[in-house]
């Protein structure tokens, strides 16, 4: 099973909001090098600039990429507060009709074990193939997850 690679990255800023400040934040410039502080976004407003209606493959891939310009998936106390909004669905992939959610997930250890999954709103696992997803497990139980369409699984 294969997962997102921008579990283990650093932090780079919302699409619309570049400096990942938020509204009302501290528009201070940040030191030289330091990463980009994400407590003070809203992690949902950022979410909801990477959506769209109709999402195809690349929007897909996009919007897994910047999930961690929105959510700090690197720091996982925060990371389980600023999901609080999820799940969320975010757009419907255009080759099925299916819509497309974001998540969170966690157990075994939490909050440590959290982490962020994009995947088909409602899927079961017995018809996941069959929607062209990819089926994701907990690395905890492994108990399903979710069904992800193949650029998020």
């Given at each position: 099973?294969?997962?997102?690679?921008?579990?283990?990255?650093?932090?780079?800023?919302?699409?619309?909001?570049?400096g990942?400040?938020?509204?009302?934040s501290?528009?201070?410039?940040?030191d030289?090098?330091?990463?980009?502080?994400?407590?003070?976004?809203?992690?949902?407003?950022?979410?909801?600039?990477?959506?769209?209606g109709s999402?195809?493959?690349?929007?897909i891939t996009?919007?897994?990429?910047?999930?961690?310009?929105?959510?700090?998936?690197d720091?996982k106390?925060?990371?389980?507060?600023?999901?609080?909004?999820?799940?969320?669905?975010?757009?419907?992939?255009?080759?099925?009709?299916?819509?497309?959610?974001?998540?969170?997930?966690?157990?075994?250890v939490?909050?440590d074990?959290?982490?962020?999954?994009?995947i088909?709103?409602g899927?079961?696992e017995?018809d996941c193939?069959?929607?062209g997803?990819?089926?994701?497990?907990?690395?905890?139980f492994?108990?399903?997850?979710?069904?992800?369409?193949?650029?998020?699984?």
């Amino acid at each position: 099973m294969r997962f997102p690679s921008w579990i283990f990255l650093a932090l780079t800023g919302c699409p619309d909001d570049p400096g990942g400040l938020g509204a009302g934040s501290d528009t201070s410039e940040p030191d030289s090098g330091s990463e980009t502080d994400t407590s003070t976004a809203d992690p949902c407003t950022c979410l909801a600039g990477l959506a769209s209606g109709s999402l195809d493959s690349a929007a897909i891939t996009a919007l897994v990429d910047g999930l961690p310009a929105c959510f700090a998936v690197d720091k996982k106390d925060l990371l389980a507060e600023q999901a609080a909004c999820l799940p969320q669905v975010v757009g419907t992939d255009a080759r099925n009709g299916l819509s497309i959610e974001v998540v969170y997930t966690c157990s075994d250890v939490c909050p440590d074990a959290g982490w962020l999954a994009v995947i088909y709103e409602g899927v079961a696992e017995a018809d996941c193939a069959t929607a062209g997803g990819v089926v994701l497990k907990d690395l905890g139980f492994g108990t399903y997850v979710g069904c992800a369409p193949p650029e998020a699984g």
